[in-house]
């Protein structure tokens, strides 16, 4: 039985930052695509929706999305194009998910007071 070890998890992982990464897109491509409104069109309503907590949740998400998807393409890069790169492919996802979070730290220190009304 195969039990997912790290190359499964890096290319579930990998999969789902890219689909929410591609979606996100699409959300902000609508969004800018009502500015041809006016500023009484539905711009206006649609920029209050970003201002909701849930929101905000979600760009933390979704910048995490952006660091992991970026750092391990890199590392599927290195994986492809260097004799080392699948014999240490595991600890690669590790280095790829403890640098994922070594960056996000600045971002939940500037993104998180801004949900909770503090700053």
Known sequence: MYRGREGQWAFVFHRMSGV???LYLLLHVIDISLV??????PFNA????????PFRIGLILIIAGV??????GL???MMDFTTWGVRYQAPL???VLGLTALIGIPV????????????
């Open 20 to 22: 929410a990464l591609a």
């Open 36 to 41: 041809m409104w006016g500023p009484d069109g």
């Open 93 to 95: 996802w590790y280095g």
């Open 46 to 53: 649609f920029l209050a929706f970003y201002h909701q907590w």
């Open 108 to 119: 939940l220190w500037k993104i998180v007071p801004e949900i909770l009304g503090i700053a």
């Open 67 to 72: 660091v992991y998807h970026a750092l391990n």
């Open 75 to 77: 590392r599927i890069i």
